[in-house]
């Protein structure tokens, strides 16, 4: 069974440009959830759908943005980019059924450098 | 909302001893626990979970954590560790209800040295 696919795992951009990063789920999983990771603030949570629809969202600025497509597949996108948004970027997945405990299970990162 | 503390940054150990990575949490509801691992230039993955029941849990790897409600703690303890330990781990928790939002510590930095 496939893991979670992110594309592109590496990218460089610069400021004041936008991003489009995307995540596969592995098969059967509805739930996708997206993190960011820097050296100063750690693991943070950026949001999650579920069916389409956003279920939660983390602190972060609307330049931050998300969807999900009937398939589950998800993608990201962050506008007018700023030195801080470097970072790895980390998709997740889960089964989400009612009585599932809910496991994540990550891909590998999309590595974004901005300059 | 919740919060997770790992108390060390970083643990040197030397090949085949024992291991201790602590993690304290504070939530007003209860809470899942978990441990994750990121070797270099990869994700994340599940070494361990507690969702209820026996509160010492056993993972992958030979890896197990011991869940303490009264010290809301969630300690991962290895008996014998090898040079392919060496990676960040990361203590997690989540609301036990349908929220999937993980609230993660800082990491530990586990280096094994030989």
């Known amino acids: 069974k496939a893991g979670v696919t992110q594309t592109p795992r590496y990218l460089i951009k610069t400021r004041g440009q936008q991003v489009t990063l995307s995540c596969s789920p592995i098969?059967?999983?509805?739930?996708v959830s997206w993190y960011q990771q820097t050296p100063g603030q750690g693991l943070q949570f950026l949001f999650e759908?579920?069916?389409?629809?956003?279920?939660n969202k983390g602190n972060f600025p609307g330049r931050f943005s998300g969807r999900q497509f009937s398939n589950s597949r998800s993608e990201m996108n962050v506008s007018t980019l700023e030195l801080g948004d470097s970072a790895l970027y980390l998709c997740?997945?889960?089964?989400?059924?009612?009585?599932?405990?809910?496991?994540?299970?990550f891909g590998e990162g999309s590595r974004l450098t901005v300059l | 909302a919740q919060s997770v503390t790992q108390l060390d940054s970083q643990v040197p150990v030397f090949e085949e001893a024992p291991v201790e990575l602590r993690c304290n949490y504070s939530?007003?509801?209860?809470?899942?626990l978990f441990w994750y691992v990121q070797y270099p230039n990869q994700g994340l993955q599940l070494l361990l979970k507690y969702l209820s029941g026996s509160t010492l849990v056993k993972g992958i790897n030979g890896f197990e954590a011991e869940f303490n409600k009264s010290q809301t703690s969630f300690h991962l303890r290895k008996p014998s560790v090898h040079i392919s330990d060496t990676a960040e781990y990361f203590c997690a928790v989540r609301p036990s209800g349908s929220a999937r939002q993980l609230t993660f510590g800082s990491g530990t930095q586990l280096t094994v040295l030989p």
């Open positions: 997740a997945s889960s089964l989400a059924t009612g009585s599932n405990t809910g496991e994540l299970f």
């Open positions: 759908y579920f069916s389409e629809t956003q279920r």
């Open positions: 098969s059967g999983h509805r739930s």
């Open positions: 939530s007003s509801v209860s809470v899942y």
